[in-house]
């Protein structure tokens, strides 16, 4: 089993939707869940952070976070074309002591 | 404020050529991170330094990389000889270090390595 893990996708969704992007981790003792963007070429951006369980939003974007399940969730609200790109789920902590990155999801916005 | 600062930008080498890549991180970020990234992968670490000490580079391929980070700021991290292998993007990131662990990593635009 991974540690993070993603779908590779593509999700492909019509701008004005609503994206959701998921990712399930392993290590029980994990405390800091990341998604960063990545557009093609370019390296990783930190979209947002989340370390409690429940909601946490900031402008379109939503983490979710499920400690006993161990899912974390990203939703992007008004998903527009710009948003195309490959999200990354990062986790940290537990035994690893380190971030451990997701192979990442391929979102497409279809205009 | 300046972002993490990464050079060269590209970067095409023989096989069994050495090469070099620089980071310099945002300033008063005391913990500096090389990863390494493959097509299609998400970014893999190879060394974490907190100030001028490498903390954890149990991933660094030790007979051929290395990597320093000469007065707690700027780093290098080397590859002598190049493979075919090594072929992919090297990534420094930057956080500042407060003692709980998890803190936001800031990633530079990386160095695309293609080994010939």
């Known amino acids: 089993q991974k540690e993070v893990e993603q779908n590779s996708g593509p999700l492909s969704v019509p701008e004005g939707a609503i994206a959701s992007l998921n990712c399930t981790y392993s290590?029980?003792?994990?405390?800091?869940f990341f998604w960063y963007r990545q557009y093609s070429g370019k390296s990783p951006e930190l979209i947002m952070f989340i370390y409690s369980n429940g909601d946490k939003e900031d402008g379109r974007f939503t983490a979710q976070l499920n400690k006993a399940s161990q899912y974390v969730s990203l939703l992007i609200r008004d998903s527009q074309p710009s948003d195309s790109a490959t999200y990354l789920c990062?986790?940290?902590?537990?035994?690893?002591?380190?971030?451990?990155f997701g192979t990442g999801t391929l979102l497409a916005v279809q205009p | 404020e300046a972002g993490v600062v990464q050079s060269p930008r590209y970067k095409i080498i023989e096989k069994k050529q050495p090469v070099a890549f620089w980071c310099n991180p945002i300033?008063?970020?005391?913990?500096l991170y090389w990863y390494l990234q493959n097509l299609g992968q998400g970014p893999e670490l190879l060394i974490r330094?907190?100030?001028?000490?490498?903390?954890?580079d149990s991933q660094l391929p030790k007979d051929r990389f290395s990597a320093e980070r000469l007065k707690g700021v700027d780093s290098t991290l080397k590859i002598q000889p190049a493979e075919l292998g090594d072929s992919a993007v090297y990534l420094c990131?930057?956080?500042?270090?407060?003692?709980?662990?998890?803190?936001?990593?800031?990633f530079g635009p990386g160095t695309r390595l293609l080994v010939l």
């Open positions: 990131a930057s956080s500042v270090l407060r003692g709980s662990g998890g803190e936001t990593q800031y």
């Open positions: 330094y907190e100030n001028e000490e490498a903390v954890d």
């Open positions: 990062a986790v940290y902590g537990g035994a690893t002591n380190k971030l451990i």
């Open positions: 290590d029980r003792g994990s405390q800091s």
């Open positions: 300033s008063g970020h005391n913990t």
